[in-house]
């Protein structure tokens, strides 16, 4: 049904990285048309502890016209071309999911099944050796070519990403409201949201309002009760203590990922400090032994007193409802072991941009943003649990439970699909390719059992020969690569180092 009011006034209740990701790109690219808000309090402080990114942010970027090395330089940012996941298959193991492409593929099969017959004739070395982020990261070297893809993200820190981007907002006219919110304004017939009233008695009237409260879900949840979809018998960890540290040595182009008793612990290096935190299950571990662990398993000085978040993995069942859309941990949370925050912030931002409602809310486009919201939040998910799941560790109940949980149909599908014939198909709406997918499961010890048969069309010497000359060049390329500290000295140094 067609709603009778243009959409002119946009109110966004929020500000952190979500809410002026919003503000930026309103204000920026469609700003023209419309008046953009944004309401934000000085007394609340913002998670602020997103500080790894995915290579989808590059996209977010070319919209705005950021250029990287400003970009870098204003956030004290580092390249960050994987993870590094340490004690996840069985405690005393050590694997890398890196961004780029495996090997060469050809049109029936993937590079995938070349290697499982390569390593079954004992002629493949470890697959990261035939993707260069993969040996880029390990070697701790890199740099931006212009003739190559960009497959590298970012290592930030998430306040001065926050402070740049409201700049961007601010010279294309974004406002700037300071107050608390005090109560949402619904209208009596329609139950759409007409205002915000402040603390200070101040009332912001607006015709679309994106929700960027963070966990509270003032609009979405506290005001329009939308609802939401547990994903805590999955993904069962629900707490979070985090503190940043001094540097004690040169930044590695990677985030490290340390499978711990209950959890996992990250650290994350910028080039001024080192992010460091310990996810945790609150059933399995208490919040003083999370943050003895933590505190135990750290480098260099601490520079800030340990913060504990408690959240709740899941997501909203509806993410745009009435006129209010959910934009960032407003419409739900899905732990940061794949660093899929801000990707989803952006996603739900250009999302809104490509169906804006400018002549008035259509109940299609709503349908159809919840829908794709759904299809991709469902699949990141999986991917999430597959990590748990995956695992032959049984050393503490945590591990256990994990490991003997049951786990949604579609990850079943994959992981099964996979195992009998190494075939990992992507659909369209899907963040994860195959290249995730394949260099976690076999992480994690799940090696396929078949490789499709058109491997066998060549010789043993040809399949040698096929996949040498693939890891020559990949070693070719990265050699000829600077050290990753000392490409940043020359390329986005900030003033804080």
């Known amino acids: 049904m067609q709603q009778d009011n ?13 809410g002026w990701m919003a503000a930026a790109s309103l204000a920026k690219l469609l700003g023209k048309a419309l008046d953009v808000t944004l309401i934000e309090s000085d007394q609340i402080p913002t998670v602020g502890v997103g500080e790894a990114t995915i290579p989808t942010l590059h996209i977010f970027h070319r919209l705005l ?3 990287e090395q400003e970009f870098m330089a204003a956030t004290n940012a580092t390249f960050k071309l994987g993870i590094s996941f340490e004690n996840w298959k069985d405690g005393q193991d050590k694997y ?7 090997g060469k593929d050809c049109w029936a099969s993937s590079f995938t099944s070349f290697w499982v017959k390569g390593q079954q004739q004992g002629v493949a070395s470890q697959i990261g050796d035939y993707c260069t982020e993969h040996l880029a990261a390990r070697r701790g070297r890199f740099a931006v070519l212009p003739s190559r893809d960009l497959n590298h993200a970012y290592h930030l820190d998430a306040g001065l990403y926050a402070k740049f981007l409201q700049k961007i907002a601010f010279d294309h006219g974004c406002k700037r409201v300071e107050g608390k919110i005090e109560d949402v304004l619904l209208d009596d017939d329609s139950g759409h949201i007409t205002a915000i009233k402040l603390d200070n008695g101040q009332t912001v009237e607006g015709d679309l309002f994106l929700d960027c409260t963070g966990f509270r879900g003032l609009l979405i949840d506290k005001a329009l009760h939308t609802g939401f979809e547990d994903w805590g018998h999955w993904l069962p960890c629900d707490r979070a203590i985090a503190v940043q540290t001094s540097c004690t040595d040169k930044q590695v182009p990677y985030t490290r990922s340390i499978a711990r008793e209950a959890g996992w612990q990250w650290r994350i290096p910028l080039q001024n400090r080192t992010g460091n935190g310990l996810v945790y299950c609150s059933h399995y571990m208490s919040e003083e032994q999370a943050k003895a662990k933590l505190l135990a398993n750290i480098d260099g000085e601490p520079l800030n007193e340990p913060r504990v978040i408690r959240y709740q993995t899941g997501t909203r069942k509806q993410h745009w ?15 940061p072991l794949e660093s899929t925050g801000i990707h989803l912030f952006q996603r739900g931002i250009i999302r809104l941009m490509q169906m804006f409602p400018l002549n008035g809310i259509n109940q299609n486009d709503v349908d159809e943003f919840n829908a794709q919201t759904k299809f991709e939040c469902d699949n990141i998910r999986d991917f999430i649990i597959l990590h748990y799941h995956l695992t032959e560790r049984t050393d503490t109940p945590f591990w256990r439970y994990c490991k003997n949980m049951d786990i949604p149909d579609t990850l079943k599908h994959r992981m099964n699909h996979f195992k009998a014939a190494a075939r990992m198909f992507k659909k369209d709406g899907e963040l994860f390719g195959e290249t995730s997918w394949v260099q976690v499961m076999i992480g994690q010890g799940l090696m396929p059992e078949q490789y499709h048969p058109i491997v066998d069309t060549m010789s043993d010497e040809e399949l040698a020969h096929f996949l040498s000359t693939i890891k020559a060049n990949v070693s070719k390329q990265v050699d000829n690569f600077p050290d990753h500290y000392d490409f940043i000295q020359r390329y986005c140094k900030s003033a804080n180092m």
């Open 96 to 102: 890398i999911h890196s961004f780029g492409f495996l």
């Open 321 to 335: 409802n009435k006129n209010c859309i959910a934009i960032g941990l407003a419409s739900g949370f899905i732990e």
């Open 65 to 67: 016209g950021i250029n």
């Open 6 to 18: 243009k959409v002119k006034r946009v109110v966004i209740a929020g500000g952190g990285t979500a």
